[in-house]
């Protein structure tokens, strides 16, 4: 069993982004066009220039020089703008890469693990291939990692990556448009619109956050500068063009407003919908860092946790109290695996949207989730995962899992409604659900037959519990749910000691008085045994007053009754 990593704290948003729709006029979007294709021209010229100066530091990369020379033809807020996208682009693709190369790494290995042992054969843990058919196979595999390997370590030692500016897939769509289902007159709209540039990047102290594109705060109006060869189609002062529209950002207005009125940086971007033939303004911003609770803090606020398990097509979230303990029901709440992603993404956030009521409801501090990671799965998925119609089956349910999307909206989603969220290891936490805590949730919940317990609620519940600090399984030892068949006790618990026996009261006899002078008997004035200190260790027990009802105390009077009986006879004998 490997070592369990410490929950932590999933940090808060870095920044947020809102988006409005512009409906613009036939002469806007014909303005718009024109500065896009410009900008978008220059900015992809610019972009091969660093890639070809390739990989040095920062103050090597000939930033000002081009930027001067994009000043000329546009203006020296857009040329930074556009050096600045180059330099973030290029840098991605570095990293790209390097995740690749790793990637390819590591199924290359465990090929080449497993190559080396016999078919049919084990070498440890390492399971050699069923037949020689399989093993051809993986080894022509192999041939092929090292083959684009080899081709993605030249780029690196290069520093060239590979850019396709509007996508990569987009572009191997033009070669085959029947099995995409495009026209080319659609392929074209779509890929000129992918190309456009229309982002200005923020500055602190300049008018409403941002100069080249300006969003007035009272009326909504968006005004841009255009570029020096474009300066003949501005319709207000400075080379400036409005539009006939206005945006309202109705989602997270206040916080835009204030940052505008304030005049901070805020980054405005332009896009065009070529599907939906749709025009809209993205504005983003930085937000300050938030200081959020450490699971140490919220363990001695006692604090209550909501526990989710993210599966592939459903949430599975259980509520815990402060000392680890299920309250309520288990819940299931769906999300969309197939259809497009828009669809998907609306359901997912839906769901976030419900777990974030439900945490409020109990009155959680947070809410709990495993620090997934699928990228080493899905490179040596193909030999660690199964083989043949199952094991390809199980690929595809990993791969569904929405793993990264659902993190990044639960984080600023959960930040906004006031909300934390912890991060545990994703170590056993579903065996251990299934096996310590399936059937007690399933006793709990025996009387609601709507309720469905499955092993992904006690995963759940062992999420929480680890975020908590206590461990995923149930003390050893722990009181049984039915009381009355099992007697044994969790153990560390305290214990009443037993008294000793000179020191109890002394037991009530036929001859002792009634209180209150009355003749008829009570329920609890019947005889009772002293209970035996061995038995009075094993753990609590209900003590009742035995009625007419109960079976020891009917058997119990019937022996009196039998041994007075006997006793009668004896003194009437002769």
Known sequence: MRAIADPFTVSAPAGARIRDRLRVTAADTEVLRLVGEHLGHHQRADLATRIGIGQVRAGQNQRAERKKRLTAVSSSRWAGAMTRASEDQYQLSLRCLYDKQTSLRRAAHVIEMRLAVPCGQRSGKTRGYANQAERWSKQRRLAVLRSRLTRIEARLESGRPGIVVGGRRLAKARNSLGSSGLTDTQWRQRWDSARLFLTADGESGAPYGNYTITVAPDTGLVSIVLPEPLRHLANAPRGRYRLSCAVGFSHRRDDWSDRITAHRAVRYRIVHDAVRDRWYLDASWATDTAALPTPEELRAMGARMLGVDLNADHLAAHVLDPHGNPVGEPLTLPIAVDGPASGRDGLLRAAITELIRIAKQHQCAGITIENLGFGNARATGRETMGRGGRGKRFRRTVAHIPTARFRERLRSMTFHAGLVVIAVDPAYTSVWGERYWKAPLQQNNRKNRQVTVTRHHGAAVAIGRRALGYRAR???????????????????????????????????????PLEGGETRPRRGDQLALFPDPEDRSRGHQATTRPGRDSSANSGRHRQMRLQDSCLRLTEGSP
């Open 474 to 512: 149930r003390r050893p030892g722990v009181t049984a749910h039915d009381r009355r068949i099992v007697t044994r006790r969790a153990t560390g618990q305290a214990v009443l000691p037993p008294r000793a026996r000179g020191t109890a009261s002394p037991p009530r006899t036929a001859s002792t």
